[in-house]
């Protein structure tokens, strides 16, 4: 139909459909959750119907992934919500918001009979699953004396070996040992310094084996002690307190005195005498057997043999 000239386009001035009241738009209110996080999950909750235009603060304590509820018209809402964690295939905890971190390795562990579910001081034992304070002599044995090594430089070469009678591996940090005269040190160290239950632990000159024999150390003491060759001798394990004796051994070199003495060959306490009371009579000691290492003779670190 043609009016005064002019066209219409009657579809566009058809109602669209449902058109009518228009539906107020919501508006959703600005929610700001602090800096950005890995991993940190959704930035958003529902947490009611706050005021239009407020800011809701949602802290998160991403360390234990707790997410504290928001704040409800001005009010704080103490609420925590659990947001579940998953754990990996090798997690033994039942509380799905812990982490395993594996096995407890320390002193401040519970003690075992082995590592690494834990350890005791020297002087400390572990009596069910505590370290508890045990006498400090007896706690460790000298069993075994290279001061005469033929097969690497005299000093570089001498070591002496230590045995720990406990049911649990004891470290060795802050244990004071004394040689003859004013000769001593400390074992310290920041990783443990251990000697495994009712097992053996070489503390050297050298820890280097292509220098100092081919012998496995726990601990080099270098030039702090020498190992003497004529005479005697003395090596004596203290406590902390440095005023506690463990264990003491004074041997002799000379041939009357009845103490074993081959260069290259160790002097090694029989097995049968692994005890404080007797270790002082050079009876309990013979010539140290098999050839270790470079080509010297002796167990350093097991169970000593005789010649």
Not at 185 to 203: D, E, K, M
Not at 253 to 273: D, E
Request: net charge negative.
């Amino acid at each position: 139909m043609v009016a005064g000239g002019c066209s219409y386009a009657w579809d566009a001035l058809r109602p669209l459909p449902d058109a009518g009241v228009v539906a107020p738009v919501d508006v959703v209110p600005i929610v700001d959750v602090g800096a950005p996080q890995d991993d940190a999950g959704p930035t958003t909750m529902d947490a009611g119907t706050p005021d239009a235009g407020s800011v809701v603060d949602v802290p998160r304590d991403v360390a234990s992934d707790r997410v504290e509820a928001a704040v409800l018209d001005g009010a704080t809402v103490d609420a925590v919500v659990d947001v579940p964690r998953t754990l990996g295939p090798d997690a033994t905890s039942a509380d799905a918001g812990a982490v395993d971190a594996g096995p407890c390795v320390g002193a401040s562990c519970p003690c075992a009979p082995s590592t690494p579910a834990g350890w005791c001081a020297v002087g400390r034992a572990c009596v069910g699953g505590a370290c508890t304070t045990v006498p400090l002599a007896g706690a460790l044995v000298i069993t075994e004396i290279q001061n005469n090594p033929d097969t690497a430089r005299d000093n570089d070469g001498e070591w002496f070996e230590v045995y720990n009678p406990a049911a649990s591996a004891v470290d060795l940090r802050d244990l004071h040992v004394h040689g003859s005269a004013t000769e001593r040190f400390t074992i310290g160290s920041t990783q443990p310094v251990l000697v495994p239950a009712r097992g053996y632990a070489v503390l050297a000159y050298s820890q280097d084996t292509m220098v100092n024999g081919g012998v496995t150390a726990v601990y080099a003491y270098g030039s702090a002690m020498t190992l003497g060759n004529t005479g005697t001798d003395t090596i004596e394990l203290r406590g902390a307190d440095d005023a506690t004796v463990i264990h003491t051994v004074t041997y002799d070199t000379t041939a009357a005195s009845g103490w074993p003495n081959v260069a290259g060959r160790s002097k090694a306490l029989r097995p049968s005498s692994v005890d404080p009371a007797v270790t002082a009579m050079p009876a309990s000691w013979c010539v140290g057997d098999p050839m270790y290492g470079a080509g010297g003779y002796g167990t350093p670190g097991a169970v000593n043999v005789c010649m």
